[in-house]
């Protein structure tokens, strides 16, 4: 049974000048004419998360069906401006048109992963409650599936150059080669990648270069916890030393099987020695955090409802 009827309005989320425009007017905007579809197009383009947001809020309309045929950063800021909306009857959809794609892989099989009809025909609604950051006693971001802190954040930037986009846009940029730009950019950087001092639960952190909260089944297509945090009021959190590869390959071993060890918490509470610059990757997305005296992970209060194949 389709979750699209008569009496809602389907969105089709895109970026216009995405590298995919032309596979994404052929694949989903095509397909839905052929198949007799209605919808509206939804418009997210090249600017901050702040910006799409606040211009996509006063077009989310209740009781939408809105699928994002993007990339992740369209997903993420997708999602922010749901949550923002806080219309009612919202759901929201991914189709996997980026360079990453961890968003869609997470909620969608591999059949509906690009085919609008197809996840329109299967799909069904979850409850998700995303992570909330906040700087300084601000809230800042939400993160569906997970917020890396430190180093991991750091590497992340390196997928995130022209050159290298303009390589991963052929789609054919797998996980060995993804690695192996890992393993090389790990060697370089490891020794210079702590997170600044911090405390936490009354213990001062020194040699930390990580700290991991995830609320999904998957980080950056590679590791997976095997649980849907998303779903609980918990999510995973792991700090990490990555300056010698040999005591954390029982973690590498384990994310990659899905089965990521770690705490299961409702909150994670760090105060900083002196106010610090901070690599945080939301979702894929990346941002330099400045001066941060403390910073707050929770679950929001707000849900998503998500729809999915899987």
Same mark, same amino acid.
């Given at each position: 049974?389709?979750?699209?009827? @008569? !009496?809602?309005?389907?969105?089709?989320?895109?970026?216009? &000048?995405?590298?995919?425009?032309?596979?994404?007017?052929? +694949?989903?905007? !095509?397909?839905? @004419?052929?198949?007799?579809?209605?919808?509206?197009?939804?418009?997210?383009?090249?600017?901050?998360?702040?910006? #799409?947001? %606040?211009?996509?809020?006063?077009?989310?309309?209740?009781?939408?069906?809105?699928?994002?045929?993007?990339? @992740? =950063?369209?997903?993420? %800021?997708?999602?922010? %401006?749901?949550?923002?909306? #806080?219309?009612?009857?919202?759901?929201?959809?991914?189709?996997?048109?980026?360079?990453?794609?961890?968003?869609?892989?997470?909620?969608?099989?591999?059949?509906?992963?690009? !085919?609008?009809?197809?996840?329109?025909?299967?799909?069904?609604?979850?409850?998700?409650?995303?992570?909330?950051?906040?700087?300084?006693?601000?809230?800042?971001? &939400?993160?569906?599936?997970?917020?890396?802190?430190?180093?991991?954040? $750091?590497? %992340? $930037?390196?997928?995130?150059?022209?050159?290298?986009?303009?390589?991963? $846009?052929?789609?054919?940029?797998?996980?060995?080669?993804?690695?192996?730009?890992?393993?090389?950019?790990?060697?370089?950087?490891?020794?210079?990648?702590?997170?600044?001092?911090?405390?936490?639960?009354?213990?001062?952190?020194? &040699?930390?270069?990580? +700290?991991?909260?995830?609320?999904?089944?998957?980080?950056?297509?590679?590791?997976?916890?095997?649980?849907?945090?998303?779903?609980?009021?918990?999510?995973?959190?792991?700090?990490?030393?990555?300056?010698?590869?040999?005591?954390? +390959?029982?973690?590498?071993?384990?994310?990659?099987? =899905?089965?990521?060890?770690?705490?299961?918490?409702?909150?994670?509470?760090?105060?900083?020695?002196?106010?610090?610059?901070?690599?945080?990757?939301? @979702?894929?997305?990346?941002?330099?955090?400045?001066?941060?005296?403390?910073?707050?992970?929770?679950?929001?209060?707000?849900?998503?409802?998500?729809?999915?194949?899987?």
């Amino acid at each position: 049974m389709t979750v699209l009827t @008569d !009496d809602r309005r389907l969105v089709i989320a895109y970026n216009p &000048h995405s590298s995919r425009a032309a596979v994404v007017q052929t +694949m989903v905007f !095509d397909r839905l @004419d052929q198949a007799g579809y209605s919808y509206e197009r939804l418009e997210v383009r090249q600017v901050s998360l702040a910006d #799409n947001v %606040a211009r996509l809020v006063s077009q989310i309309q209740p009781h939408d069906l809105i699928l994002s045929a993007a990339g @992740d =950063g369209s997903a993420h %800021a997708m999602a922010h %401006a749901v949550l923002a909306a #806080n219309q009612p009857g919202v759901e929201l959809g991914f189709l996997a048109y980026g360079n990453f794609n961890d968003i869609p892989r997470s909620f969608n099989t591999r059949v509906s992963l690009r !085919d609008p009809v197809a996840f329109l025909a299967q799909a069904h609604v979850e409850t998700l409650y995303p992570l909330s950051v906040s700087v300084n006693g601000a809230h800042i971001r &939400h993160a569906l599936l997970y917020a890396t802190f430190g180093w991991t954040a $750091q590497a %992340a $930037q390196r997928f995130d150059n022209p050159a290298l986009r303009r390589q991963l $846009q052929t789609g054919k940029v797998g996980t060995v080669r993804n690695l192996w730009r890992l393993g090389l950019y790990y060697l370089a950087s490891r020794r210079h990648s702590y997170v600044p001092t911090f405390s936490e639960e009354d213990y001062v952190h020194r &040699h930390v270069t990580d +700290m991991l909260c995830v609320n999904g089944p998957r980080v950056a297509g590679l590791f997976r916890t095997g649980k849907k945090y998303y779903q609980t009021p918990n999510f995973l959190y792991k700090r990490l030393n990555v300056t010698w590869l040999t005591i954390n +390959m029982p973690f590498l071993l384990l994310g990659l099987i =899905g089965r990521m060890p770690g705490r299961a918490v409702r909150a994670v509470d760090v105060t900083f020695a002196s106010p610090a610059l901070l690599p945080m990757q939301c @979702d894929g997305e990346v941002v330099e955090l400045q001066k941060v005296a403390r910073l707050q992970i929770t679950k929001s209060a707000t849900p998503l409802h998500i729809l999915m194949t899987k």
